[in-house]
């Protein structure tokens, strides 16, 4: 079984500067971690994945999210906020059969 | 290429009705999967076929619903006497065997009246 624990459930920041999402996982092994992004009215597009190659792993726009295995942790980051990142993140966990995912941060970005 | 499809966009039904939501995935990609997502939550699996076979079904939330992928490709959710806790938004998502990172559709947003 496994879970995911979206720790915001709202997350304000200003246009220009950094961007965190956290996440944090359980698992009884080691699962594949994901983040989406949904914008209003659109699907969920695929962020970045995890699957054991690399600990630091980069996105598309600009996003990365590093894996914690000790704090079971997958953050979501990005240096510098743009007002196209203002959407709904969810992080999530899973297998070639089933994703489970968290319950989603909405990021606002501030002008 | 076509990305996943979804069909209707948006679906309101009375209470007691039937309804049914189609998926077109990604031409060749395997894998299936239906998700719902209620207002303000992720998205919870309900089911997965690989090909036309339904491998789990573990999350389909009662008996009233029921999916189907006859020739391997479309699939149909079946929901039946709709209830107004059915009003959700019903994602598809597809994949191929090898990356499995799943592809979705914008969803059909089923109202419950």
């Known amino acids: 079984a496994q879970s995911v624990t979206q720790l915001d459930s709202h997350v304000s920041v200003s246009e220009g500067t950094p961007v965190l999402l956290r996440c944090n996982y359980s698992?009884?092994?080691?699962?594949?971690l994901f983040w989406y992004v949904q914008h209003p009215n659109k699907g969920l597009q695929l962020l970045l994945k995890?699957?054991?190659?690399?600990?630091l792993v980069k996105g598309i726009n600009g996003f990365e999210a590093e894996f914690k295995k000790s704090e079971t942790s997958f953050h979501l980051t990005k240096p510098s906020a743009h007002m196209s990142d203002a959407a709904e993140y969810f992080c999530v966990a899973g297998s070639a059969r089933q994703l489970t995912f968290g319950s989603g941060t909405q990021l606002t970005v501030l002008p | 290429g076509a990305g996943v499809s979804q069909s209707p966009r948006y679906k309101v039904a009375k209470r007691g009705q039937d309804v049914a939501l189609r998926c077109d995935p990604i031409?060749?990609?395997?894998?299936l999967f239906w998700y719902q997502q209620a207002l303000g939550q992720g998205p919870e699996f309900l089911t997965y076929f690989q090909n036309e076979a339904q491998l789990d079904k573990s999350g389909l939330p009662s008996d009233r619903f029921f999916a189907e992928r006859p020739e391997g490709s479309v699939s149909t959710l079946k929901i039946q006497r709709t209830q107004q806790e059915d009003s959700a938004v019903y994602l598809c998502a597809s994949s191929s065997t090898q990356p499995y990172e799943q592809y979705f559709g914008p969803g059909t947003r089923l109202t419950v009246t």
């Open positions: 031409s060749g990609h395997v894998s």
């Open positions: 698992s009884s092994y080691s699962p594949s």
């Open positions: 995890y699957t054991s190659a690399a600990t």
